[in-house]
C-alpha cells in the first residue's frame, strides 16, 4: 500500500469514528526518540524515517511538523504522498497542536493513541482546542488496521550493567530515588522513560536499535520495585541479581491494572514528559490530584551527572574509538589515492568492521551517517545501500559515527578532505572549525546555561553571516541513549545549567544545499576551572581522541590561541593512540598531526 493510499484509508476510518483529525506523534509508550520497530508508526503513515516529528491528518490535509535537521530528507521522503511540510523552528512556524487549535471545526474530535503520545501533549493539545469546543479521543494502536505486517515486541535478553561501569550499585540509586520522592511528600515513583529505568535499574538489553533499553516501567514503592517487563527475556542469573534488591518481574501490560490496585495513601511520582496519555488516567483515578506529583524525574540530572567511574570510562572509551578511527583514515585516505571506488555504505561498513574488532565494543550507538560531497549538506542524511553515492579524489566527506563500549559511548563526527577542494570549502571548514574551538576553550561562571554558551560557538560563523540549523551540543548517555538530556548547548531558551559531571557534544556544522556539508564534533566533559573573587568557574575537558585534518585550513583566519589549542589536541591525541598502532599507522598519524 502506497502512502497516499494509506493516508486515504486512515481517511475511511477517521470518517468511521467521527474524527475530524488524526495525530500521529511517532513515538512509543515512553515517549522515546528511537523506538523499537514496531512504534514506528510515523514512518508507516508518512514514509518519512527522521527521528523527530509529528504527522496530523484531516479530511482535506495531511502535514508532517519536523525541525531543520530534516527539512532536505523530509521534502524527498514527502514527495509525491501528498503530505505538506511544516517547518518547526523558524521564525513564522506554527507547531502541529496550534495548527490543529486554528484548524479544528466547531466541537471537533482530534484522535490520538494514547498509548504514543505523553499525557503532557495531550494536555497541551487540550488547551489548544479549547475554544472550538474540540475533544481529544484516545484510541490505542490506532493504524493496525492499516499494518497487517506490524512488527511484533522486541525479545532482546536482559543483562546487567554492573556496578565496575556504572560507578553505583542499584540499591545506592534506588535510596537516592526514595529520597527524592519523600522529598516531593510521595512513597511511590512511577518511571516510565526507557533511559531512566536503565539507568536506576543497571539493566540493559537490545529492545532498541542502537539504544540498549529493556521496553519496560518501573514502579518503586519504600520496600521493593516492580519492573514491568517480559521475565522470559532475563536469565535466572538476571532474576537472581535484580531480587537482591528487591525487584520482581511483572509482565510488561500489567502496569496499568497494577496502579490500579495500588493504595493511594503514599502517593505517586510521575513525569508527565514521558508518562503516556493512556496510563496517566490509571493514575489519576487510582491516586487523584491531590496524591500525584507531576514534575520532571529526577533521574534526568542525575544520571547526566556523570560520577568519577563513569567519566573515566567515556575517556577509556575514546582512547578505542581514537585506535579505530586512525586506522579508518588512513585506510580510507590510501584507498581513494589509490583509485579505488568505495561508496558511503562500504565506507561506514568499513568504520564498523575496525570498532568491531574491539573486544569491549558492544554495538554502533548510532545509524553512521556517511555522506560524502552533497549529501553532507543533510545534517542527519541517512545511508542507503544502493542508493548511496560513491567517494571521487575530491571535495569533503563527512562521517558522523559512534559506539557503545561496556565502559561508555561515543559520538564523533569528522570532516576530511578527499583531494582537492574549493576555496569556499576550505573557508567554510575553517569557520567551523574556529566555532568548535572556541566553545572548547570556553571558561564560564557556574550556573550558566548552554543556550549563552550556543553563542559563543557560533560567533565566528556569525561574524561572517553564516549559521547551522540545529543545536551545538546535546548530552550522551553512559551505554544508553546518545541523546540525552536535560542539558543541551542549542539557541532555545532553556534554563538548565552545564554543570560539573555533564558529557556533551560540541558539534557545530555548516550546509550548503546542493553543495557540502561539514560538520566538527568532538564530546567535552564540563569540569571546574577555578575560583576567585567574582565566583566559581567552570571548563570543558575535550575527551574525544580522534585528530583533526589540518590540511585544509586557511590558516590565516585562525588566531594564535586557536592555532595552540588545535595544535595540543593533535599533539595530545598522537602522543595516546600511536603506541596503540601499527607503526605504519602511527608514523601516519605523527604526519597527520605536526602543528600549524
Not at 184 to 196: A, F, I, P, R, Y
Not at 458 to 464: D, E, N, Y
Not at 573 to 596: M, Y
Amino acid at each position: 500500500m502506497q502512502i497516499k493510499d494509506r493516508i486515504e484509508a486512515l481517511r475511511t476510518l477517521m470518517k468511521e469514528w467521527g474524527w475530524s483529525a488524526a495525530v500521529t506523534v511517532g513515538s512509543d509508550p515512553h515517549s522515546s526518540e528511537y523506538t523499537p520497530l514496531r512504534w514506528c508508526q510515523r514512518e508507516f503513515i508518512s514514509g518519512f524515517t527522521g527521528s523527530a516529528g509529528v504527522v496530523v491528518v484531516t479530511a482535506d490535509h495531511a502535514g508532517l511538523w519536523t525541525d531543520s535537521r530534516y527539512y532536505i530528507q523530509a521534502a524527498g521522503q514527502l514527495q509525491g504522498t501528498g503530505i505538506e511540510l511544516h517547518k518547526v523552528s523558524t521564525p513564522d512556524s506554527v507547531m502541529w497542536a496550534d495548527w490543529i487549535g486554528q484548524n479544528l471545526p466547531q466541537n471537533g474530535v482530534v484522535g490520538v493513541d494514547g498509548t504514543c503520545i505523553s499525557a503532557g501533549e495531550v494536555s497541551y493539545l487540550e488547551g489548544q482546542i479549547a475554544a472550538r469546543h474540540g475533544r481529544v479521543e484516545s484510541k490505542a494502536d490506532y493504524l493496525e488496521a492499516l499494518w497487517p505486517d506490524r512488527p511484533l515486541m522486541p525479545q532482546g535478553a536482559i543483562w546487567l550493567h554492573e556496578e565496575q561501569f556504572s560507578g553505583r550499585s542499584t540499591a545506592q540509586k534506588l535510596s537516592w530515588l526514595r529520597a527524592q520522592a519523600a522529598e516531593k511528600g510521595c512513597s511511590n515513583t512511577l518511571v516510565s522513560c526507557l533511559d531512566q529505568v536503565a539507568w536506576l535499574l543497571n539493566i540493559r538489553s537490545n529492545d532498541v536499535a542502537y539504544c540498549p533499553f529493556v521496553i519496560s516501567y518501573a514502579v518503586v514503592e519504600p520496600a521493593r520495585v516492580i519492573l514491568f517487563a517480559d521475565a522470559r527475556k532475563a536469565s535466572t542469573e538476571v532474576i537472581a541479581a535484580l531480587a537482591k534488591d528487591s525487584i520482581e518481574i511483572r509482565p510488561y501490560n500489567s502496569v496499568a491494572q497494577y496502579i490500579s490496585a495500588m493504595s493511594s495513601d503514599g502517593g505517586i511520582m510521575v513525569d508527565p514528559a514521558s508518562l503516556n496519555y493512556e496510563l496517566s488516567k490509571a493514575v489519576a483515578d487510582r491516586f487523584g490530584k491531590d496524591k500525584t506529583v507531576c514534575c520532571a524525574s529526577p533521574i534526568d540530572l542525575e544520571k547526566a551527572l556523570k560520577n568519577p567511574v563513569e567519566q573515566e570510562g567515556f575517556r577509556k572509551a575514546y582512547v578505542r574509538d581514537g585506535i579505530a578511527q586512525t586506522r579508518f583514515f588512513h585506510w580510507l585516505e590510501d584507498s581513494v589515492a589509490s583509485g579505488q571506488k568505495l561508496t558511503e555504505w562500504q565506507v561506514s561498513e568499513k568504520m564498523h568492521e575496525l570498532r568491531a574488532q574491539d573486544p569491549d565494543f558492544l554495538d554502533e550507538s548510532f545509524d553512521t551517517i556517511s555522506a560524502y560531497g552533497k549529501n553532507a549538506a543533510l545534517p542527519h542524511y541517512e545511508t542507503i545501500k544502493g542508493q548511496d553515492a560513491t567517494l571521487e579524489p575530491h571535495g569533503l566527506y563527512l562521517i558522523d559515527s559512534g559506539a557503545h563500549y561496556r565502559f561508555g559511548t561515543t559520538d564523533i563526527t569528522r570532516t576530511v578532505p578527499l583531494g582537492p577542494l574549493t576555496e569556499l570549502e576550505r573557508q567554510d571548514y575553517t569557520l567551523v572549525m574556529k566555532a568548535m574551538i572556541d566553545l572548547s576553550r570556553a571558561i564560564f561562571p557556574v550556573g550558566t546555561p548552554g543556550c549563552r554558551l550556543d553563542a559563543v560557538s557560533r560567533r565566528p560563523l556569525w561574524q561572517t553571516m553564516r549559521n547551522f540549523g540545529h543545536g551545538t551540543g546535546h548530552g550522551v548517555g553512559n551505554v544508553l541513549s546518545v541523546h540525552e538530556g536535560p542539558q543541551t548547548i542549542r539557541q532555545n531558551m532553556k534554563d538548565q545549567a552545564v554543570e560539573p559531571g555533564m558529557i556533551t557534544s560540541n558539534e557545530p556544522g555548516l550546509y550548503r544545499e546542493g553543495e557540502h556539508g561539514i560538520r566538527h564534533e568532538n564530546m567535552i566533559l564540563c569540569v571546574p576551572a577555578g575560583e576567585n573573587e567574582f565566583g566559581s568557574w567552570l571548563q570543558f575537558e575535550t575527551l574525544t581522541m580522534t585528530y583533526y585534518d589540518t590540511t585544509p585550513l586557511v590558516k590565516d583566519l585562525l588566531d594564535r590561541d586557536e592555532r595552540q589549542w588545535l595544535n595540543d589536541f593533535n599533539r595530545r591525541v598522537a602522543e595516546t593512540i600511536c603506541p596503540h598502532l601499527s607503526e605504519d599507522d602511527a608514523q601516519w598519524l605523527r604526519n597527520k598531526t605536526k602543528p600549524i
